[in-house]
């Protein structure tokens, strides 16, 4: 009987412990992939750090994401997990594109 309730309590700390809080990074991530797909490349790069929009000007970036479009289109975001640090939180992620829709090697 002991060892039910062990193994229950063990559950319940596991369920407790697996939090579906989603961290700021990764809302960050899916919010700009998001606008990327809708082709609402103004706020997707609203999304960027002031670090990241010194190195890369708007104007820059739109011509890219409007080149890219259709891999952006025709792609899909697997979620892996997180890495937390002091400073930094590493969402781990693949992006899988359907090559049915389109042709990477034009």
């Known amino acids: 009987m002991s060892k039910f309730f062990i193994l229950i309590f063990m559950f319940s700390v596991f369920l407790l412990s697996c939090s579906s809080e989603k961290s700021g990074a ?35 970036f739109q011509k890219r994401a409007s080149e890219n479009f259709d891999a952006i289109k025709h792609s899909r975001l697997i979620y892996s997990g997180e890495n937390n640090n002091k400073k ?18 034009d």
């Open 26 to 60: 990764r809302i960050s991530l899916e919010n700009y992939l998001t606008n990327l797909k809708n082709e609402d490349f103004k706020m997707a790069y609203d999304i960027f750090s002031t670090n990241i929009k010194k190195n890369c000007k708007y104007e820059e």
């Open 88 to 105: 930094n939180v590493n969402v781990e992620f693949l992006i899988k594109i359907d090559d049915n829709e389109i042709n990477l090697f």
